[in-house]
């Protein structure tokens, strides 16, 4: 998954929502006296989000299953700490904020394994600690439960295939990837599966392990994928 021609694309393509929900949570953060602290930027991709995390000034690790993804996140932030893992949550807090940008507890493979991912969340997170995260939701009935999009750049080209199954509440996007390398160019296809969510169901979870929660519609102006949505969640300061 994100493999080093889709990665490049990712990287080119669609850095902005990235950058720009993690200055959304920046400000958030410091609007509530969090100016510096150890931040978790979860699924950080090629590290977009993670510089501006450290910018700021917090101390930030970015983890990512992609070695791609990472490969380029050290080369955007020199002095950042990244690791390649599967897994959403570490055990090395107390975290301050723990960040999910960009669907990525989607390609979670149960519900249980979100579940658990909060759970952990608030485990290792500070009181008063935040967590943002996103998901991305099934559409409705009477909406298109197939499509196709793409994007075009300099020496790159890429064009996706989404298909929802109602019954299971999952989306399978297939990718076809364009990419110029030494005046050639090649095609590659990578095709990536993920689980949908109800904001109803990940609210109650989210609230049923001691969160405060907002849901949002995107991170401050930037509206996020179609029918997505943004939760804020806070951990107490107390646990009375």
Not at 58 to 66: A, E, H, K, Q
Request: glycine fraction near 8%.
């Amino acid at each position: 998954m994100y493999r080093n021609d889709l990665t490049y694309i990712h990287d080119q393509g669609y850095l902005l929502p990235a950058k720009e929900a993690a200055s959304f949570i920046v400000e958030l953060l410091q609007a509530k006296g969090l100016r510096t602290g150890r931040t978790l930027d979860t699924g950080c991709g090629s590290g977009h989000s993670t510089a501006v995390f450290a910018k700021a000034g917090y101390t930030v690790i970015g983890i990512d299953r992609s070695p791609a993804m990472i490969r380029l996140a050290r080369r955007r932030v020199p002095r950042g700490t990244f690791k390649i893992s599967s897994r959403l949550t570490h055990a090395e807090g107390p975290w301050d904020a723990i960040v999910v940008i960009g669907e990525v507890v989607n390609y979670l493979p149960s519900r249980q394994a979100l579940q658990e991912m909060i759970r952990r969340t608030f485990e290792t997170l500070r009181p008063g600690g935040y967590l943002a995260l996103d998901i991305r939701t099934p559409p409705p009935p009477d909406a298109p439960q197939e499509w196709t999009n793409g994007q075009t750049g300099r020496d790159w080209a890429v064009i996706a295939t989404s298909s929802v199954e109602p019954a299971q509440q999952h989306l399978t996007r297939t990718i076809t990837t364009f990419r110029k390398v030494r005046a050639q160019w090649r095609r590659g296809k990578e095709i990536h599966r993920q689980r949908l969510y109800h904001p109803v169901e990940v609210l109650h979870w989210l609230r049923s392990e001691g969160f405060r929660v907002q849901m949002r519609c995107g991170y401050g102006q930037t509206q996020i994928f179609p029918g997505g949505k943004v939760f804020i969640a806070r951990k107490p300061l107390s646990e009375k």
